[in-house]
């Protein structure tokens, strides 16, 4: 699939095997779902622009690439997002944090928006959408149409488990964002839960049930 990029660092593959395990601790859990992210962050921002800017180093005067314009946005996806934003921080300490507020319902599956708050000017931004769960895809898809909705342009979606289900519809509705996906899991159960997964990840980063 264009536009989508499946993670095989075998750094990734070991930490996300430690989120699945049911007896790692909300505390281990929230470090390595920030390290995950600083490490796919990594991959995701490796096309950010640069520009030449003249320094001086001890021993003569050059010009040297630096980050170039500073203007990228973080936008996770509440609540589970919250918890990959600081990886994605170490990385940039100057970027923008926007808010989109998505729950789940438990029965329909169907996502219900209850927040967005975007950093202007969001068109100029390079945009980072983060959320630990690409399920049925429908949180996601609407995440992104919410930012599209507010102007937004150059957008990446970063999850760290998504099921085939969810990554078809996210590629499908949103052709032109990139798509940066931790591991491809195998399928979703009746409830809309990713199996293996790793259960409710807001349940796991924030300790409640
Ligand atoms: C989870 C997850 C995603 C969504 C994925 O959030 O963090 O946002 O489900 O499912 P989907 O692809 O089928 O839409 P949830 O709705 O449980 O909210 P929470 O983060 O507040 O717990
Ligand atoms: N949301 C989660 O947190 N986990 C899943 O498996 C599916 C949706």
Known sequence: MDNVVIMDHPLIQHKISMLRDKNTGTNE???LV?????????????????????????????KTPFI???????VPILRAGLGMVGGILNLVPSAKVGHIGLYRDPETHEPHEYYCKLPEPIEQRTIVVVDPMLATGGSGSDAIRMIKDHGGKHIKFMCIIAAPEGLKKLHEDHPDIQIYVGHLDRELNENAYICP???DAGD???GTK
């Open 29 to 31: 859990f929230r470090t």
């Open 34 to 62: 920030e390290e995950i992210a600083m490490l796919m962050g990594f991959e995701a921002l490796r096309d950010l622009p640069l520009e030449e800017v003249e320094i001086e180093t001890p021993i003569e005067t050059c």
């Open 68 to 74: 170039a314009g500073k203007k990228m946005a973080i």
């Open 197 to 199: 997964g790793l259960g």
């Open 204 to 206: 796991r980063i924030f």
